[in-house]
């Protein structure tokens, strides 16, 4: 059981815009910036969003990231079939001095 | 550049100690955190803890019995130990750069390719 919640999949054709959820608490998300990671098939995760809308040198615009209380999302415009991959959320937990805690991922998949 | 390459045995047998190494390359070990993150079969990405050069670690509290993360400067390494291995511990392991709120909140940016490690005996 993740401490991050994340729905288990999601899909959308190419061109659409698609989001994922991610829910949290006070000590993780509500007080904490959020992180997005991409992990394609066989590969190591990638960070994609850091700070909650921030995006690391080489990442399209395509991808961005939102925070709203304890729940953030990740947003992907004009899909593309390269996209499909599992995407995890994650958050510094403030509670047990401090610990890295994630979402349980989503697996995107491009129709 | 910042590379990790981890590396280790690839079959621990029950009850026994799992020790991985994760070799730094392209920059200093002795400027961040560095955190160990697996990742079970088929499963979400599970937090191990994380070493600061200065020698402070901070651990998963369902882990926190059995591990232990430490870093050799001279060779620019960090290291994983985790004790009492189950077919539980049966994952890829990763090491990562750590730039929490403790550092300055870049996240997990820079990961190794992961090392499969099977519980077996």
């Known amino acids: 059981q993740s401490v991050l919640t994340q729905p288990p999949s999601a899909s959308g054709t190419p061109g659409q815009r698609v989001t994922i959820s991610c829910s949290g608490s006070?000590?993780?998300?509500?007080?904490?910036?959020v992180y997005w990671y991409q992990q394609l098939p066989g590969t190591a995760p990638k960070l994609l969003i850091y700070k909650n809308n921030q995006r690391p040198s080489g990442v399209p615009d395509r991808f961005s990231g939102s925070k709203s209380g304890t729940s953030a999302s990740l947003a992907i415009s004009g899909l593309r079939s390269e996209d499909e991959a599992d995407y995890y959320c994650?958050?510094?937990?403030?509670?047990?001095?401090?610990?890295?805690?994630f979402g349980g991922g989503t697996k995107l998949t491009v129709l | 550049q910042v590379r990790l390459q981890e590396s280790g045995p690839g079959l621990v047998k029950p009850s026994e100690t799992l020790s991985l190494t994760c070799t730094v390359s392209?920059?200093?070990?002795?400027?961040?955190?560095w955190s160990w993150i697996r990742q079970p079969p088929g499963k979400g990405l599970e937090w191990i803890g994380y070493f600061y050069y200065s020698g402070s670690t901070n651990y998963n509290p369902s882990l926190k019995s059995r591990v232990t993360i430490s870093v050799d400067t001279s060779k620019n390494q960090v290291s994983l130990r985790l004790s009492s291995v189950t077919a539980a511990d049966t994952a890829v392991y990763y090491c990562?750069?750590?730039?929490?709120?403790?550092?300055?909140?870049?996240?997990?940016?820079?990961w190794g390719q992961g090392t499969t490690v099977t519980v077996s005996s």
């Open positions: 994650a958050a510094w937990d403030d509670s047990l001095s401090g610990v890295w805690v």
């Open positions: 006070s000590s993780n998300i509500g007080s904490n910036y």
């Open positions: 392209g920059g200093s070990i002795s400027t961040y955190y």
């Open positions: 990562a750069r750590d730039r929490s709120p403790l550092y300055d909140n870049y996240g997990l940016d820079v």
